[in-house]
């Protein structure tokens, strides 16, 4: 009787298995983000009504060249020239081409902070 000679199995490597998963963990890590974004209320466009005063313009030329009704002010002036408009009183955020969102973003959280209730946003 003649045995045949097994053949001896390699083991399996697990080196390169736990790579890919060290990868694949520090990639998520990585590409997640951990922040709590701040929520903004929008209401859409509501029925035309009688004769409203005139809206206030602020211009959003770039992140530092801001523009309330032809007057430039600083990001700082801001809740202070808010808070001198009425309650009641609209103003409409012209966004120009080098604004970012962030700076739109800016300026409506002041306008809401400040008590102002309608906020007209524009673009080019």
Known sequence: MQFKARARRKPVGLTS?????FLLLLFFMLASSFTRYQSLDLSSGGEGGGAVERPAYLRIHAPEKLELNGRPILKADMPELFSALKANSIVAIWS????????????????RRSGLKSILVTGR
Request: hydrophobic share 55%.
């Open 17 to 21: 298995l736990i790579d890919v998963i």
């Open 96 to 111: 120009g081409p080098d604004a970012n969102v962030q700076d739109v973003v800016d300026v409506m959280s002041a306008a």
